[in-house]
């Protein structure tokens, strides 16, 4: 069976409900990073045992919260001895604003996951970008490398958008799927 970890840091609870919803449609564990930047030594193992690892960070300022930058400089000594070497990885990020720069913190946690030698896997979805189309629907702000997700900054999690959190979903199952096609 595969195991696939979701790690990742939530501000105001926005990125948890994300990283829930990817978890149900990968069947995935969820580790969260607490508000001191920091998870359990049962945690690292956890990832180190993982076949995939997807990162979910809020974008702050440009990037990913400082809570999950101190996670990913944790990962130094495991990038050292080539630890995590060949496993997938995926990501997706949460800001208030419909662009708020969440591509620069996907391609941030895509890099991460280079120097670690891993295989990025993408959202493997269309844009939904018709004029019928709404924030219901299916990746309606466009991502390719990775799920994003837009709420008012005003709004609990509950008013995350259901065509996000489908999306993210959806990434789920498609991790689920390509780490299961790779284990064969």
Do not use: C
């Amino acid at each position: 069976m595969s195991q696939i970890s979701v790690v990742f840091h939530s501000g105001y609870g926005h990125t948890k409900k994300v990283a829930q919803s990817i978890a149900q449609g990968a069947t995935a564990q969820l580790i969260e990073i607490d508000n001191d930047g920091e998870i359990s030594e049962q945690d690292w193992e956890t990832l180190n045992q993982s076949d995939a690892i997807i990162f979910g960070s809020p974008t702050y300022m440009g990037g990913p919260s400082w809570q999950f930058k101190k996670f990913t400089d944790a990962t130094s000594k495991i990038w050292y001895n080539r630890g995590w070497q060949d496993k997938l990885f995926g990501g997706f990020s949460v800001s208030a604003s419909l662009n708020g720069d969440k591509q620069v913190t996907l391609i941030l946690l895509q890099t991460l996951a280079s120097q670690h030698g891993g295989l990025w896997v993408s959202l493997g979805q269309l844009p939904s970008s018709s004029t019928a189309a709404t924030r219901n629907d299916y990746n309606s702000l466009g991502g390719s490398v990775g799920v994003l997700v837009q709420v008012p900054s005003d709004a609990d999690a509950d008013a995350i958008p259901s065509g996000d959190l489908k999306t993210a979903e959806a990434y789920g199952k498609r991790m689920l799927d390509i780490v299961n096609r790779f284990k064969k």
